[in-house]
């Protein structure tokens, strides 16, 4: 009997916790065939619009993110502004004012854009605006519960998503560190609710004394890629390896992971070399690219931009269905991109059959392209 008694709670928690963790599906090298395309094809892109700064009452600063409001038009993020243009590529105006008043953004983060609002979300302090989409002020809150640096990712369901990961430069040390990455949704109450999902990434820190103080250089190691689907999932990758979570908005759980048979990319050395001539190498001497380098919803497909690149500098793109399916694959030629890890930081945006994406000119000049493509 006194067996009975310890040992049944314990296969409870056993049984717990086998129920809260998804297993992992694993797919093959080869897709399911269910796509009526030809695997491994490279997708043709079609140039139908390029906006530039040349004319026009701006300038492009660092341009990093696109997206298209309901009624078409196009809002282009960048350093310390947020572009908005007609859907025939028109300047409209700069929804983003500079300073810490109200409607103000010292620090800008991501936005988000829903039926009738452009919401902005600021971290440092972090706080959320509301403009209508003439750009008049709506209201503005502080959240609750939110560190410093914490970034907005996207909105569902009357929720706002964020991450907070920013390392503690003063509690790290010489080497690998690992980034406890938070993320949170923020309701109504404006109050912010810890998710706590385990996506951690790694970061390589090296510490150099010299006369002048103590030097820190920092390399990411791994990134925190998510996508947001209409159908309440968040998609999660955050390893070296090929790894995808897929998240049920609804109960803030781990509903699937699937990864598929995939061979690391052996790792090219980037160099980076100054005006004075002074090369700079990376901090870490990789052995191979991370397998995932982006991730997209489309169509209620997943999209998973591979570290594999063909000899025409053409990505090798995964489509995956919500059930974790390997169902097809394409390449496609991004501008700019000459290397996987050019991925990372780059520009892009499927919607409604057409792909944008920034490049710049031989001044280095930025400048939005919008591409038709025929993908599925």
């Known amino acids: 009997m006194i067996k009975k008694v310890f040992l049944y709670p314990f296969l409870l928690l056993l049984f ?8 992992v599906i694993k797919n093959s090298k080869k897709t399911s065939g269910e796509s ?127 991450v907070s990961g920013n390392p503690d430069i003063s509690k790290s040390k010489d080497g ?55 159908n309440g ?32 990319v052996k790792y090219i050395e980037k160099i980076y070399t100054k005006k004075e001539d002074i090369v700079l190498y990376s901090l870490h001497k990789r052995k191979t690219f991370n397998d995932i380098n982006r991730i997209f919803v489309y169509k209620g497909n997943l999209l998973i931009f591979t570290s594999t690149m063909n000899k025409d500098k053409a990505t090798l793109v995964d489509v995956f269905n919500n059930k974790g399916k390997y169902i097809d694959n394409f390449y496609i030629k991004i501008p700019g991109v000459e290397r996987p890890d050019d991925l990372e930081r780059k520009p892009i945006l499927f919607h409604n059959g057409f792909l944008w994406t920034v490049d710049v000119d031989e001044d280095d000049a930025p400048y939005v392209l919008k591409y038709k493509i025929d993908m599925m």
Not at 64 to 81: E, M, T
């Open 36 to 162: 009526d395309k030809k695997p491994g094809r490279t997708l043709k892109l079609v140039e139908v619009k390029r906006i530039t700064d040349y004319e026009d009452d701006f300038v492009f600063k660092r341009p990093r993110r696109i997206k298209i409001a309901p009624d078409g038009s196009v809002f282009v993020a960048g350093r310390d502004q947020l572009l908005k243009f007609t859907q025939k590529g028109h300047y409209v105006k700069n929804f983003l004012k500079k300073g810490e008043g109200p409607g103000e953004v010292k620090y800008f983060s991501n936005f988000v854009l829903t039926k009738d609002s452009v919401i902005i979300g600021a971290f440092l302090p972090v706080k959320i605006i509301t403009l209508s989409y003439g750009g008049v002020l709506k209201n503005e809150f502080t959240v609750h519960g939110l560190k410093p640096f914490t970034s907005l990712l996207e909105g569902w369901n009357d929720k706002l998503y964020f």
């Open 176 to 230: 690998v560190n690992i980034r406890k990455n938070e993320m949170l949704y923020v309701e109504k109450d404006r109050t912010a609710t810890n998710m706590k999902l385990p996506f951690d990434t790694k970061d390589l820190m090296i510490k150099k004394t010299s006369k002048n103080g103590i030097m820190i250089n920092m390399d990411e190691l791994t990134n925190l890629l998510t996508a947001f689907d209409n």
């Open 16 to 23: 717990s916790c086998f129920l809260s963790s998804a297993i």
């Open 233 to 264: 999932f968040l998609y999660v990758s955050h390893t070296e390896r090929y790894l995808i979570y897929q998240v049920d908005l609804a109960t803030g759980k781990i509903n699937e992971k699937f990864n598929r048979a995939y061979e690391p």
